[in-house]
């Protein structure tokens, strides 16, 4: 029976360089494939989050967590199924633009799938939708028939739905026994 489902692990790391190669070699060590892969500041100063997928069993992901967060590097390291997090992706579509000339079909695929034209030359169009995977790949299907001269996605970007970033209550807490301890030092020597 094959348990493995698609899992968000999010990263928040001081930024270095070489850590991006120290977090996929925890992956690949257990011969697991990093489905996508974003990275970016998050929102406290000096920390970047981030976001992985991955396909897998839960005890298996909890290992990688745990062997992340043994990175100098990481801060906090923390595993997500699709019910915990809102999440989106961004896609590119350059498409000729002849046939969005021709009739009109092309621009009702575009208006149905609330895709948004980014830039319109006479060479070509260049199509942006936003949202989940079978989204982003449900419009390029229909505008294959149309010719796709260029086609990128971006790995997954997401947010908790929980009302505070996870991080922040870690640091709060790290901050606390630092405080504490600074405070049971001071005492020692009084």
Known sequence: MDNNQLFT???FTENQAGLLNQISIVFYRRGLNIESLSVSPSSIKDVHKFTI?????????ERVVKQIEKRVDVLRSFLYTDDEIIYQEVALYKVPVAPMLDGGAVERIIRRH???????????????KTGHP???ESLFEELKAYGILQFVRSGR?????SNEELLTRYLDEQERRRVFEQGKEDNKWC
């Open 9 to 11: 692990v999010t990263v």
């Open 157 to 161: 970007v997401a947010v908790t739905k």
């Open 114 to 128: 609330n895709a948004r034209i980014l830039d319109f030359t006479r060479q070509y169009v260049i199509v942006e």
């Open 53 to 61: 997928t991955c396909w897998s069993n839960r005890p298996m992901m």
């Open 134 to 136: 079978d989204e982003t």
